[in-house]
């Protein structure tokens, strides 16, 4: 029985915070706040070849670190714990299906290892959602491959990636395309995103020119494990926030005095903490056992990835809800980072199913 | 990370479940299904069978009649006892092995040690825990029953309340002041003191389920001789809070097992009823399935902390916490799952006081009823959810006390 992270694990943990501390932290989130999204290129390369947590769970043959997924939720923790803007969640969950792609993927992993190529995924039709995409995009083959027509959308760092990787209908069944951003019949679409440092919006494709990643045969398997691990991986980054945004409330409790006190020493304020500490560390342990189910493959993988998903959409909306309230006036500023947390935790819990709909997917699991 | 028992546990959890087997008819259905008065003469037969072949505080040293093995087996046993219809030990296990044997393990003498565990090993002294006073129950250091030592012998004059099973024990811990000069958390020492004795009347008291499981404890010059005193002289508190420690901490994930078939049991309550396929219904069952999961994780967070040699530390009052407003949370929902079948008890009472009911038992609306009646309580004994929630803010987030009122400041 061991429930904790290893030496190593830990060593990761703290080696990347130190990092962000220095490279990202309170400055990139003014920034963020003051000017709008736009990607730090050199934070990017630093953390993709100084650091590389890009290729953390790739293969070593394509530049990667073969760690497991239980490393990737650390890594996303701490980017969810900084409110990072920039598409490493987006990267990593295409690369969860450009792993099937055979020869041809072997170079198109070493460039998401490298970070010199964005990648993210295009899943969900008008009316659909990452685990139904629906049937609207339609893949037909041409003689140098394939094209594809159709409008995906709530697709995550639509405008900053090179290349999507799409869900798309061929005559016997969804398959799994690649697609690059600047090939004839690409737009984008963006829309105002909730979550200043995720930017949302919809990929159109007019026959655009596609590379087949993987066929039908396979596909629906993936797109069930590229699900699970969306959730897992969104969840880490939802513990890490929330519990970033708990420590930003208490820190403030006790710097901010009223009645002559740290309003840290009223008991209203202390309760609403230790709530929201209780529910932090219950997404925590959700998340954390998930992780390794995934890398375990287990077979109750899938249940506890939404366990954990419905867990952490509640424990950071509570925490970064409580956070505006702890702060007063001055948490409901534009120039605050808190509401940075408040809209990153409504946005990611819609990411890949609400906790309603993951609670009725646990039900569905477990045959209630 | 490896959050499964090791194949050592493993290979013996599969050796118990044989054995356990052997103790149950082929077609048991679980204790629940007993009737109920029959319960507690059961829990007693069975205890005394997982007595006789070792398995009963399998973690203690051998020289105090364990087994000394890890804390695992332990888990891996309440596990299988929950998973084979069996109840994981009697009511007054709670204090006796939980709460004072491991206190003694770690704070009493070699020959307290040898006259007192294997005793509560065998079942042949049950123990209850004498903290609460009518004046001192959150604010439990302001505790005034006092003792006074005479020829080697503590004699104790005041009053106890709200103490479980007092009417069944034989020995009470009991924490009482013998320092009347001194700050008020210094003045304190934990006693061992025999119940059946002249200075001692036990006086049961109705609860809000109309049962009477709990007592007040009226001491007027009891006596208890001065090698019982737990600890060193007025080092009680320190003693007192470690025990509470093992009180919250240590539960959750043998806990968490029986919260898991009560939640089995509420599903066939909403299919018997046919509301298992309502939107709002399943939602509730799912969270409460990830809340239960979630608990048990938590406990082996704390297990693996314990293996490592760590204390739980103010993560058990987060566990207390966890367990005991979720059974809130559940109980309600039973509620609404019953509709207004709530008007009526019909059917069997539960055979367990708190928190979930035996494996097994019926879904008739007594049952639900008088355990949603007792979640109450939950939220109330070893520390209310408010003073957890003030422990979890002061000890793990850092945030200050509250300013004390000048009357309760030192004494
Ligand atoms: C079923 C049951 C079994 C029990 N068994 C035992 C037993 O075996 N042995 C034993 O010693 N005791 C036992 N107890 C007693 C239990 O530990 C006390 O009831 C508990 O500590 C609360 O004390 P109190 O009842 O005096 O309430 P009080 O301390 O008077 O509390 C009343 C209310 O005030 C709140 N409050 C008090 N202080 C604070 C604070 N600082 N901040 C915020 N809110 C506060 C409480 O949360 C509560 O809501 C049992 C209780 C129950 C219900």
Same mark, same amino acid.
């Given at each position: 029985?061991?429930?904790?992270?290893?030496?190593?694990?830990?060593?990761?943990?703290?080696?990347?915070?130190?990092?962000?501390?220095?490279?990202?932290?309170?400055?990139?989130?003014?920034?963020?706040?003051?000017?709008?999204?736009?990607?730090?290129?050199?934070?990017?390369?630093?953390?993709?070849?100084?650091?590389?947590?890009?290729?953390?769970?790739?293969?070593?043959?394509?530049?990667?670190?073969?760690?497991? *997924?239980?490393?990737?939720?650390?890594?996303?923790?701490?980017?969810?714990?900084?409110?990072?803007?920039?598409?490493?969640?987006?990267?990593?969950?295409?690369?969860?299906?450009?792993?099937?792609?055979?020869?041809?993927?072997?170079?198109?992993?070493?460039?998401?290892?490298?970070?010199?190529?964005?990648?993210?995924?295009?899943?969900?039709?008008?009316?659909?959602?990452?685990?139904?995409?629906?049937?609207?995009?339609?893949?037909?083959?041409?003689?140098?491959?394939?094209?594809?027509?159709?409008?995906?959308?709530?697709?995550?760092?639509?405008?900053?990636?090179?290349?999507?990787?799409?869900?798309?209908?061929?005559?016997?069944?969804?398959?799994?395309?690649?697609?690059?951003?600047?090939?004839?019949?690409?737009?984008?679409?963006?829309?105002?995103?909730?979550?200043?440092?995720?930017?949302?919006?919809?990929?159109?494709?007019?026959?655009?020119?596609?590379?087949?990643?993987?066929?039908?045969?396979?596909?629906?398997?993936?797109?069930?494990?590229?699900?699970?691990?969306?959730?897992?991986?969104?969840?880490?980054?939802?513990?890490?926030?929330?519990?970033?945004?708990?420590?930003?409330?208490?820190?403030?409790?006790?710097?901010?005095?009223? *009645?002559?006190?740290?309003?840290?020493?009223?008991?209203?304020?202390?309760?609403?903490?230790?709530?929201?500490?209780?529910?932090?560390?219950?997404?925590?342990?959700?998340?954390?056992?998930?992780?390794?189910?995934?890398?375990?493959?287990?077979?109750?993988?899938?249940?506890?990835?939404?366990?954990?998903?419905?867990?952490?959409?509640?424990?950071?909306?509570?925490?970064?809800?409580?956070?505006?309230?702890?702060?007063?006036?001055?948490?409901?500023?534009?120039?605050?980072?808190?509401?940075?947390?408040?809209?990153?935790?409504?946005?990611?819990?819609?990411?890949?199913?609400?906790?309603?709909?993951?609670?009725?997917?646990?039900?569905?699991?477990?045959?209630? | 990370?490896?959050?499964?028992?090791?194949?050592?546990?493993?290979?013996?959890?599969?050796?118990?479940?044989?054995?356990?087997?052997?103790?149950?008819?082929?077609?048991?259905?679980?204790?629940?299904?007993?009737?109920?008065?029959?319960?507690?003469?059961?829990?007693?037969?069975?205890?005394?069978?997982?007595?006789?072949?070792?398995?009963?505080?399998?973690?203690?040293?051998?020289?105090?009649?364990?087994?000394?093995?890890?804390?695992?087996?332990?888990?891996?046993?309440?596990?299988?006892?929950?998973?084979?219809?069996?109840?994981?030990?009697?009511?007054?296990?709670?204090?006796?092995?939980?709460?004072?044997?491991?206190?003694?393990?770690?704070?009493?003498?070699?020959?307290?040690?040898?006259? &007192?565990?294997?005793?509560? =090993?065998?079942?042949?002294?049950?123990? $209850?825990?004498?903290?609460?006073?009518?004046?001192?129950?959150?604010?439990?250091?302001?505790?005034?029953?006092?003792?006074?030592?005479?020829?080697?012998?503590?004699?104790?004059?005041?009053?106890?309340?709200?103490?479980?099973?007092?009417?069944?024990?034989?020995? #009470?811990?009991?924490?009482?002041?013998?320092?009347?000069?001194?700050?008020?958390?210094?003045?304190?020492?934990?006693?061992? $003191?025999?119940?059946?004795?002249?200075? #001692?009347?036990?006086?049961? #008291?109705?609860?809000?389920?109309?049962?009477?499981? &709990?007592?007040?404890? &009226?001491?007027?010059?009891?006596?208890?001789?001065?090698?019982?005193?737990?600890?060193?002289?007025?080092?009680?508190?320190?003693?007192?809070?470690?025990?509470?420690?093992?009180?919250?901490?240590?539960?959750?994930?043998?806990?968490?097992?029986?919260?898991?078939?009560?939640?089995?049991?509420?599903?066939?309550?909403?299919?018997?009823?046919?509301?298992?396929?309502?939107?709002?219904?399943?939602?509730?069952?799912?969270? $409460?399935?990830?809340?239960?999961?979630?608990?048990?994780?938590?406990?082996?967070?704390? =297990?693996?902390?314990?293996?490592?040699?760590?204390?739980?530390?103010?993560?058990?009052?987060?566990?207390? =916490?966890?367990?005991?407003?979720?059974?809130?949370?559940?109980?309600?929902?039973?509620?609404?799952?019953?509709?207004?079948?709530?008007?009526?008890?019909?059917?069997?009472?539960?055979? #367990?006081?708190?928190?979930?009911?035996?494996?097994?038992?019926?879904?008739?609306?007594?049952?639900?009823?008088?355990?949603?009646?007792?979640?109450?309580?939950?939220?109330? &004994?070893?520390?209310?959810?408010?003073?957890?929630?003030?422990?979890?803010?002061?000890?793990?987030?850092?945030?200050?006390?509250?300013?004390?009122?000048?009357?309760?400041?030192?004494?």
């Amino acid at each position: 029985m061991q429930f904790s992270f290893s030496r190593e694990q830990e060593d990761l943990r703290s080696s990347l915070r130190d990092f962000l501390s220095r490279r990202s932290g309170s400055e990139a989130r003014n920034r963020v706040l003051k000017s709008g999204y736009a990607l730090d290129r050199g934070l990017w390369d630093s953390m993709a070849q100084q650091l590389g947590l890009l290729g953390l769970a790739l293969p070593e043959s394509v530049g990667g670190s073969e760690a497991g *997924f239980l490393e990737t939720s650390i890594v996303l923790e701490e980017l969810g714990r900084d409110a990072y803007a920039g598409p490493y969640f987006s990267t990593v969950a295409a690369s969860w299906v450009l792993q099937h792609a055979g020869e041809d993927g072997a170079t198109t992993l070493e460039q998401l290892a490298s970070g010199s190529r964005i990648f993210t995924l295009a899943i969900a039709d008008e009316g659909g959602t990452w685990a139904r995409p629906g049937h609207r995009t339609t893949a037909f083959e041409v003689a140098d491959g394939h094209r594809l027509a159709g409008l995906k959308v709530n697709v995550t760092d639509a405008d900053t990636a090179d290349e999507f990787v799409v869900v798309a209908d061929l005559p016997d069944g969804p398959a799994w395309f690649r697609v690059a951003a600047d090939a004839p019949g690409v737009s984008v679409v963006m829309g105002e995103s909730l979550d200043l440092t995720r930017p949302i919006g919809q990929l159109v494709l007019q026959d655009a020119p596609a590379i087949l990643v993987v066929g039908p045969a396979a596909a629906g398997e993936i797109l069930a494990d590229v699900n699970d691990k969306a959730a897992v991986a969104l969840s880490a980054e939802m513990v890490g926030g929330a519990d970033a945004a708990l420590r930003q409330a208490v820190a403030w409790s006790l710097e901010r005095t009223q *009645f002559g006190r740290p309003i840290g020493s009223f008991q209203a304020i202390k309760h609403m903490s230790a709530d929201a500490l209780v529910e932090v560390e219950t997404a925590r342990v959700l998340t954390q056992y998930a992780a390794w189910a995934i890398d375990e493959r287990t077979p109750d993988r899938s249940v506890v990835a939404s366990m954990a998903k419905q867990a952490a959409s509640d424990a950071f909306s509570l925490a970064a809800g409580n956070n505006i309230q702890i702060h007063g006036g001055i948490g409901f500023t534009w120039e605050h980072s808190a509401h940075l947390y408040f809209r990153k935790a409504k946005a990611t819990s819609a990411l890949f199913g609400t906790a309603p709909q993951h609670r009725d997917r646990i039900a569905d699991l477990l045959a209630v | 990370m490896n959050p499964t028992f090791s194949a050592d546990v493993q290979a013996f959890q599969k050796e118990f479940a044989t054995f356990l087997r052997e103790l149950v008819p082929a077609d048991w259905a679980g204790a629940g299904t007993l009737p109920r008065e029959e319960y507690d003469a059961f829990a007693e037969k069975i205890r005394g069978q997982l007595y006789e072949r070792g398995y009963i505080g399998v973690s203690w040293p051998q020289e105090y009649g364990g087994r000394g093995l890890s804390a695992e087996y332990q888990v891996a046993i309440a596990e299988e006892l929950t998973r084979q219809g069996l109840p994981q030990g009697i009511a007054s296990d709670v204090f006796g092995i939980q709460m004072f044997g491991s206190t003694l393990l770690a704070f009493g003498t070699e020959e307290q040690k040898q006259r &007192f565990l294997p005793r509560i =090993l065998s079942g042949e002294d049950k123990w $209850c825990q004498g903290y609460s006073e009518p004046q001192s129950g959150s604010d439990l250091a302001s505790a005034s029953t006092t003792a006074v030592l005479e020829d080697g012998m503590w004699r104790i004059n005041g009053q106890k309340i709200w103490t479980s099973t007092a009417h069944l024990a034989d020995w #009470i811990f009991v924490l009482v002041r013998t320092d009347p000069d001194a700050a008020k958390h210094r003045g304190l020492t934990l006693l061992a $003191c025999p119940m059946d004795q002249p200075g #001692i009347e036990v006086r049961q #008291i109705q609860q809000i389920s109309g049962e009477a499981d &709990f007592n007040e404890v &009226f001491f007027t010059d009891a006596m208890t001789p001065e090698e019982n005193t737990i600890g060193s002289v007025s080092d009680g508190w320190r003693v007192a809070t470690a025990l509470l420690e093992h009180e919250r901490g240590g539960a959750a994930a043998v806990l968490a097992i029986r919260f898991a078939e009560e939640l089995d049991r509420l599903e066939e309550l909403a299919r018997e009823r046919g509301r298992h396929h309502e939107q709002d219904i399943r939602r509730r069952i799912a969270w $409460c399935r990830s809340r239960v999961f979630a608990m048990r994780l938590m406990g082996y967070r704390a =297990l693996t902390r314990t293996l490592s040699g760590e204390g739980i530390g103010p993560e058990g009052a987060m566990n207390k =916490l966890f367990w005991s407003e979720y059974h809130r949370v559940l109980t309600e929902l039973s509620m609404d799952i019953l509709g207004e079948d709530v008007l009526t008890l019909r059917g069997r009472r539960p055979a #367990i006081p708190d928190g979930p009911d035996a494996p097994g038992a019926p879904t008739d609306s007594a049952g639900w009823i008088t355990t949603f009646l007792n979640a109450r309580s939950s939220t109330i &004994f070893a520390g209310t959810s408010q003073v957890q929630r003030n422990l979890l803010a002061e000890k793990i987030l850092g945030m200050p006390r509250e300013p004390r009122a000048e009357s309760s400041r030192g004494r």
